[in-house]
């Protein structure tokens, strides 16, 4: 699964990553930041893995959220106190069930319960969780492939939006962005919001002092972008040309064109990004 030489919307699974806000930040930024719905208030500080995952089985609404070609068999293993191996069998007809277990050849979920304790209280997005700039990277939620399974164009068009609508309990099904919801990687802060075969969509915070895709090897996507500028105001260097991006703008990138994007002293934005066509 290509992740290398590629821009913040290009790596196969969600491109970014771990939670982080610089130490300071400008009062701008303080006075001007995106602030997330609220979530659930859910105390599940002493629920273990089968509560968690048990809820998550019991929403599946089935061909209603996600049409599955045929029975799916995932599995999740979740280490620590509350934890275990389980696994769902989700029909094509909304039959869905959680039993003991993993069951050999199966690919499964892996975390900690801290992680599946957040994305049950809906603090962070299962997507945003597994994002990675690069597939050596360590994610708070990674995935396990049985030895010779491939991720092809067939079995990638079920996995992409299958972690989005699983680990998603809202009806009609919600994503979340904002203050607290995100993870850094590439230089910036980002919540993933969907992903499926040719398209990616994300929210991105840049504070000052972070540079997004400031390596020159993660400039390019193959596949064009469009980012929406929705607060603030910071800059951008766009095939090699530089320009302030503000509220209320957006910018097309081509596929192939380079794009970094850096907040300055003082400056704070957040823009929405989404990718489309083939490769995406």
Same mark, same amino acid.
């Given at each position: 699964?290509?992740?290398?030489?590629?821009?913040i919307c290009?790596?196969?699974?969600?491109a970014?990553?771990l939670?982080?806000?610089?130490?300071?930040?400008?009062?701008? @930024?303080?006075? #001007?930041?995106?602030?997330p719905?609220?979530?659930? #208030?859910?105390?599940?500080?002493?629920?273990? @893995? %089968?509560?968690?995952?048990?809820?998550?089985v019991?929403?599946w609404?089935g061909?209603?959220?996600?049409?599955?070609p045929?029975?799916?068999v995932?599995?999740?293993r979740?280490?620590?106190?509350?934890?275990g191996?389980?696994?769902?069998?989700?029909?094509p007809?909304?039959y869905?069930?959680? %039993?003991?277990?993993?069951p050999?050849?199966?690919?499964y979920?892996?975390?900690?319960m801290?992680i599946? %304790?957040r994305l049950?209280?809906g603090?962070?997005?299962?997507?945003t969780?597994?994002?990675?700039?690069?597939?050596?990277d360590?994610?708070?939620l990674?995935?396990?492939?049985p030895?010779?399974?491939?991720?092809?164009?067939?079995?990638?068009?079920?996995?992409?939006?299958?972690?989005?609508?699983f680990? #998603?309990?809202?009806?009609?099904?919600?994503?979340?962005?904002?203050?607290?919801?995100?993870?850094?990687?590439?230089?910036?802060?980002?919540?993933?919001l969907?992903?499926?075969?040719g398209?990616?969509?994300?929210f991105? *915070?840049?504070e000052?002092?972070m540079?997004?895709n400031?390596?020159?090897d *993660?400039?390019?996507?193959?596949?064009?972008?469009?980012?929406?500028?929705?607060?603030?105001?910071?800059?951008?260097?766009?095939g090699? *040309?530089? %320009?302030?991006?503000r509220?209320?703008? @957006?910018?097309?990138?081509? @596929?192939g064109?380079?794009?970094?994007?850096?907040?300055?002293?003082e400056e704070?934005?957040?823009?929405?990004?989404i990718?489309?066509g083939?490769?995406?």
């Amino acid at each position: 699964m290509p992740t290398h030489g590629r821009s913040i919307c290009a790596a196969l699974l969600p491109a970014l990553l771990l939670a982080g806000l610089s130490p300071s930040t400008p009062a701008y @930024a303080q006075a #001007n930041r995106t602030v997330p719905p609220p979530v659930p #208030n859910v105390d599940n500080r002493e629920d273990d @893995a %089968r509560e968690i995952l048990q809820r998550y089985v019991e929403a599946w609404r089935g061909p209603e959220e996600m049409a599955l070609p045929d029975t799916l068999v995932v599995g999740f293993r979740f280490s620590g106190p509350g934890g275990g191996d389980f696994h769902a069998v989700l029909a094509p007809d909304g039959y869905a069930q959680l %039993r003991p277990g993993l069951p050999p050849e199966t690919l499964y979920f892996h975390g900690d319960m801290e992680i599946l %304790r957040r994305l049950d209280r809906g603090e962070l997005s299962a997507m945003t969780a597994m994002g990675r700039a690069h597939m050596s990277d360590s994610t708070p939620l990674d995935f396990h492939m049985p030895e010779g399974f491939q991720l092809t164009p067939e079995r990638q068009a079920i996995f992409l939006p299958f972690v989005f609508h699983f680990f #998603n309990r809202d009806w009609p099904e919600v994503a979340r962005f904002g203050q607290g919801t995100t993870r850094f990687v590439h230089g910036g802060n980002s919540a993933i919001l969907y992903y499926d075969l040719g398209l990616r969509s994300s929210f991105y *915070q840049i504070e000052s002092g972070m540079h997004i895709n400031e390596a020159v090897d *993660q400039q390019t996507n193959p596949f064009p972008s469009l980012f929406i500028v929705i607060r603030g105001a910071f800059q951008a260097r766009l095939g090699g *040309q530089e %320009r302030p991006l503000r509220e209320g703008e @957006a910018v097309l990138v081509p @596929a192939g064109m380079t794009h970094e994007f850096w907040a300055g002293p003082e400056e704070y934005g957040e823009m929405i990004m989404i990718a489309f066509g083939e490769g995406a």
